[in-house]
């Protein structure tokens, strides 16, 4: 008879009652069809897996097909792991997650490969998450600028007040002016007024050389942060607080491990964004893959499914972008058996004989697709948004609403004035038309009196 060992690696063709799992069966095309690897990848995976081992133990199936793995209800599962705790299958071909539950009514011979998921998303851009406006320089360089256009108005007001003797055209300097000269310098705008006077000249140009240095140093670097993702979100928290909707891909255990995680910061991010969305936080990996792609959005999903739809529809550029963060870590997976099975050790010890030849290895880089590489020279135009540009119109928007709100103010105050001066008939005789704040106009009767023209002077209301 032959030796041990091999009596051992010989069934003699033994039939195997298995069972195998297509969660999709409208998409399964073949276990060799590469163009739906996203879809039941592990049970693609372990299929040839399971066909070389039965080639090599000299076993057969007797395989039916099911479209579940299974879940624990009322202490019995459905699927697979119901057709293995009733005993009507013995094999499982396909990789199931080791779970507790299910180890109670079924056992696993070996783990076959690592599961990965993660929140992949795009980087959110410096003015989804900050002033865009104010990043450009530090805090010490803002006050260094504030300082200098100061003093520049200051220098300007007193070289003025010193030279107006001799130089009349700057009694129109005033202090008001040079501080409406110095915001306009750092505008790049210039001064309704050239004056004569030299040291004035000299003050006023040295401030507009200062401020086109600034300008300069601050153009260019808007323009490298429009250009540029932020790194605001590197955990679970910082995901959370963001402004990024998100995903999960429609799995069979997408709750499960959301709801029984056990970091905090998990169960924090579950019940604020997706407990809220119920079944519509569920998406295809196809929907998810294309959500991120186009808005502020972060999409759960298992890694190779992910990239898989990623190097095929995204550019390169769009490739380099891509962030991840881990918010569970996955059970590995593994060959199910039904409980006490006496071929489990042979099984096991097969499928570790293949990890470590690398047939598994070989089968994992088929059908797991790896993140995608970019090209790190590849760029692309950045358009600019309404979000990029929106500290901008909120100065607009509010300096326009304060200045309406002045403009009222003052026809308020020149309303009341005139009223003031309707009752005061000792102060102006025979006042016969008076100025209507409504339209804006002033009528005045011909043959004006000399002291009702003088009086009017005096009130500011005549040239």
């Known amino acids: 008879?032959?030796?041990?060992?091999?009596?051992?690696?010989?069934?003699?063709?033994?039939?195997?009652?298995?069972?195998?799992?297509?969660?999709?069966?409208?998409?399964?095309?073949?276990?060799?069809?590469?163009?739906?690897?996203?879809?039941?990848?592990?049970?693609?995976?372990?299929?040839?897996?399971?066909?070389?081992?039965?080639?090599?133990?000299?076993?057969?199936?007797?395989?039916?097909?099911?479209?579940?793995?299974?879940?624990?209800?009322?202490?019995?599962?459905?699927?697979?792991?119901?057709?293995?705790?009733?005993?009507?299958?013995?094999?499982?071909?396909?990789?199931?997650?080791?779970?507790?539950?299910?180890?109670?009514?079924?056992?696993?011979?070996?783990?076959?490969?690592?599961?990965?998921?993660?929140?992949?998303?795009?980087?959110?851009?410096?003015?989804?998450?900050?002033?865009?406006?104010?990043?450009?320089?530090?805090?010490?360089?803002?006050?260094?600028?504030?300082?200098?256009l100061l003093l520049s108005a200051l220098l300007l007001a007193l070289a003025s007040w010193k030279l107006r003797t001799a130089h009349p055209d700057l009694g129109q300097v005033t202090l008001a002016e040079c501080f409406s000269f110095a915001i306009g310098t750092i505008c790049q705008q210039g001064f309704h007024l050239s004056p004569g006077a030299v040291p004035v000249r000299v003050a006023m140009v040295s401030a507009l050389i200062s401020s086109l240095f600034l300008f300069t140093a601050y153009s260019a670097k808007i323009v490298a942060l429009l250009q540029s993702p932020s790194s605001a979100i590197q955990t679970i928290d910082q995901l959370t607080r963001s402004p990024l909707a998100l995903g999960v891909q429609e799995t069979t255990y997408k709750r499960t491990y959301f709801a029984e995680s056990k970091e905090p910061a998990t169960q924090r991010l579950y019940r604020r964004k997706l407990l809220p969305l119920g079944d519509k936080a569920y998406l295809s990996v196809v929907d998810g893959v294309a959500r991120l792609r186009t808005g502020l959005f972060a999409f759960q999903v298992e890694e190779s499914s992910g990239y898989e739809i990623i190097s095929k529809t995204f550019s390169e550029s769009e490739k380099c972008g891509l962030q991840q963060i881990q918010a569970f870590k996955l059970p590995m997976v593994a060959v199910p058996l039904v409980k006490h099975s006496g071929v489990r050790d042979l099984l096991a010890a097969r499928l570790r004989w293949q990890r470590e030849v690398g047939l598994m290895g070989r089968w994992r880089r088929r059908w797991l697709a790896g993140r995608p590489r970019c090209d790190a020279g590849a760029g692309g135009s950045v358009s600019v948004g309404l979000r990029d540009v929106l500290?901008?119109?909120?100065?607009?928007?509010?300096?326009?609403?304060?200045?309406?709100?002045?403009?009222?103010?003052?026809?308020?105050?020149?309303?009341?004035?005139?009223?003031?001066?309707?009752?005061?008939?000792?102060?102006?005789?025979?006042?016969?038309?008076?100025?209507?704040?409504?339209?804006?106009?002033?009528?005045?009767?011909?043959?004006?009196?000399?002291?009702?023209?003088?009086?009017?002077?005096?009130?500011?209301?005549?040239?």
């Open 391 to 463: 500290p901008a119109l909120q100065i607009w928007m509010g300096g326009s609403a304060l200045a309406v709100a002045i403009l009222f103010t003052e026809i308020a105050a020149r309303a009341v004035e005139i009223r003031k001066m309707k009752h005061d008939s000792n102060s102006i005789d025979n006042i016969d038309k008076i100025p209507s704040v409504a339209t804006g106009v002033v009528w005045w009767e011909t043959g004006m009196p000399a002291s009702q023209d003088r009086a009017f002077k005096e009130l500011g209301w005549l040239g």
């Open 1 to 148: 008879m032959p030796t041990a060992v091999s009596r051992r690696k010989n069934l003699g063709n033994l039939y195997f009652k298995a069972a195998t799992v297509i969660t999709q069966p409208q998409h399964f095309k073949g276990w060799t069809d590469l163009t739906t690897r996203q879809i039941d990848t592990f049970p693609k995976l372990t299929y040839p897996l399971m066909m070389l081992l039965a080639e090599d133990l000299h076993f057969r199936y007797n395989l039916k097909q099911v479209d579940l793995y299974g879940e624990e209800r009322n202490a019995s599962f459905d699927g697979v792991s119901g057709l293995l705790q009733r005993r009507e299958v013995e094999i499982g071909v396909t990789s199931m997650f080791l779970r507790a539950d299910r180890m109670r009514v079924l056992h696993f011979s070996s783990e076959t490969v690592e599961l990965k998921g993660a929140f992949i998303f795009r980087q959110p851009s410096q003015s989804a998450v900050s002033n865009v406006f104010l990043l450009p320089f530090s805090r010490g360089v803002w006050t260094a600028t504030g300082a200098v």
